[in-house]
Structures are given as C-alpha cells and as structure tokens.
C-alpha cells in the first residue's frame, strides 16, 4: 500500500483544523448537516448526472484503489523478462507455454501464450497495442469522474451559499441572527471548495497517476516479450528495459543481476 493519498488529505484537513483553532474557531463552526448534504449530494448527483450508469459504478469501485494500491516496481517486470530471455535462449520459445500458465498477469499470460503458439511478432503488437490502449480507456473513465466532481463541487457549494443567503435576506427583521446565518450560509462554498481541492481533484490525479504506471509498465513487458520473441540476449535486454524506465524509478540494481551481467559481458569478450 502507498499511503501518499491518505496522508497528503489527512494532512490537508489537519491543516485546516489547525487554522480553526488558532483563530479561536473550532471544528463544529463549519461541520454543518445541511450545506454539507448538498455538497456531497448535489456533487455527486450532477456527475452521475453528466455520465452513465456503468461508468458511475465503475468509478466508485475504482475508488478503494486510489488509497491502496501499490505500484509494482519496474525492476520486477524486468527481472520477469530477463528470466525468461534466458529460459527462452535455453529452451526455447515452446518452454514459456509453462510460464503463461503459471502468471496471474493476464496480459503477461496472454503474450507468452501466443509466443508460444508461434504468433507473429507484428501481430502479437498489434494485439498487445490493443490491450494497453483498451486499459487506458478503462482507467480513465475514473480519473475522469472524479475530476468532474472536483469542478462541479464548488459551484454546488456557492448555489447552496446563495439558497442561505436568500433566506438571510428573508430575517432582516431580526439583526441579531443575521451574523451567524450570514456564517453558516458560506459553509457550504467552504465544503465545495474543501471537497473539490482535498477529496476529488487529488483521488482523480492519483487514479490518473496510477494509470499511468501501470500503462508503463505493460509497456515495458511488451516490449521485454518483443525481445524475447526475437531472440534478444538477456543482458542486452536488460540494459534496453532499464533505459525506459525513469532514473528516479529504477531502484538499486540486484546483486546476482549485477554479477550475472558481468559474467556474460566476460563470456562476451
């Protein structure tokens, strides 16, 4: 699990709450049922509005994964994929059909099998092109609804200022009151714009985020199977995967890969 989401709003509220208490406020000022019910009501209900039904439901299950998800390092994929070149070198290509079996990556499963199957290499991707642009579709759709949330959340919230506020205008009879009716009627800008700013544009940018990873990464075992396909020397193909990856990303190089390279490189010379 990656805790950035969870701790980057966890400490954005906590920021908040600070600022309330060192104004002499405190949390119940701004925690109000009716504003804050058509915010959330409202919000959720015009992007439901603006969507469909399918995508609707398919956001919100997406939604668990903004906050637990773990990206896989890449050093993984490709430790994966030079395994099999060398499996491949000794075997031959027929031998992945027991890795396809093995993996519960269905899009790793599914271009080992039909390397397997003798697929050829243009067409495997094609297909695997196929795949990886059918996930970003996929993906985005989530990302996409929630970023929506995050424009209509502060427009809701200033219709439910202006409903307050026409009804400030209805007590002017009663001076006394109006201070904190006028108060509690920007509760609900407040909410828009806490729950677009806190909640929505960040889960839509750390969906979108972790999108991106994974497209990266199944990009990088097509191209790793491509290789392997065509015969590619393990450490060559090491060196060609590792150069895809972002530095930042890479992370330590495994000892026995280390030394497995050189050896090669050794052999080599």
Known sequence: MDPATLIGILVAFGALVAMLTMEGSTV???ILLP???LVFVGTISVGLA??????FLHAFKSLPKAFTAKPAPPIESIDTVVALAEKARRKGLLAL????AK??????????QNIADGTDGDELREMLDDAIDTKMKTDSIASRFFQQLGG?????????????LTHV?????TPSTLGPMIASAFVATLWGLLSANFMWLPIA?????????EVDRMTLLMEGVLAVQAGSQPILLRERLTALVPEHRRGPAKADAKSGNDDQLKSAA
Do not use: C, H
């Not at 603006?50 to 995508?55: A, L």
């Open 50 to 55: 603006g969507s469909t039904t399918k995508d």
């Open 103 to 112: 993996t519960e990556d269905a899009f790793l499963r599914d271009a080992l």
């Open 28 to 30: 119940g000022s701004i």
């Open 97 to 100: 059909e027991e890795d396809a």
């Open 35 to 37: 504003p804050m019910l």
């Open 205 to 213: 940018g750390r969906l979108a985020r972790l999108s991106e990873l």
């Open 169 to 173: 205008l209805e007590n002017l009879s």
């Open 152 to 164: 209509y959340a502060p427009t809701v919230g200033i219709v439910g200022t202006v409903v307050s």
